[in-house]
């Protein structure tokens, strides 16, 4: 099994940052590529940032330039830092993993429970 937990959403005033956190655990051999997703009532879940195995990353246009994705190989956790938030940014953000399991080698992609990042003053 392979686990995604989400932290660091929350409540935050037009302008304002969070750091969104998510860590992996479980039978992992290694990722592919790990990224944030965010579904707003009445929407379509949508890809916000990703970032693959070889440090690529790709955005949203809606947030490129304010937030940036990165991750930490050695706690196979990834992060979105988001910057000046808009109340359009309001959703629930979900991380995703795409990798292959540890000892069967089979591959993996897995999603966490979401957290919910309310932008509003």
């Known amino acids: 099994q392979v686990h995604l937990v989400e932290s660091g959403g929350g409540l935050v005033q037009p302008g304002g940052s969070l750091r969104l956190s998510c860590a992996a655990s479980g039978s992992i051999s290694s990722f592919n590529a790990m990224g944030w997703y965010r579904q707003a009532p009445g929407k379509q879940r949508e890809l916000v940032a990703r970032?693959?195995?070889?440090?690529?990353?790709n955005y949203a246009d809606s947030v490129r330039g304010r937030f940036t994705i990165s991750k930490d190989n050695a706690k196979n956790t990834v992060y979105l830092q988001m910057n000046s938030l808009k109340p359009e940014d309001t959703a629930r953000y979900y991380c995703?993993?795409?990798?292959?399991?540890?000892?069967?080698?089979?591959?993996?992609?897995?999603w966490g429970q979401g957290t919910q990042v309310t932008v509003s003053s």
């Open positions: 995703n993993a795409e990798g292959i399991r540890r000892y069967s080698y089979q591959p993996f992609d897995v």
């Open positions: 970032i693959t195995s070889g440090g690529s990353k």
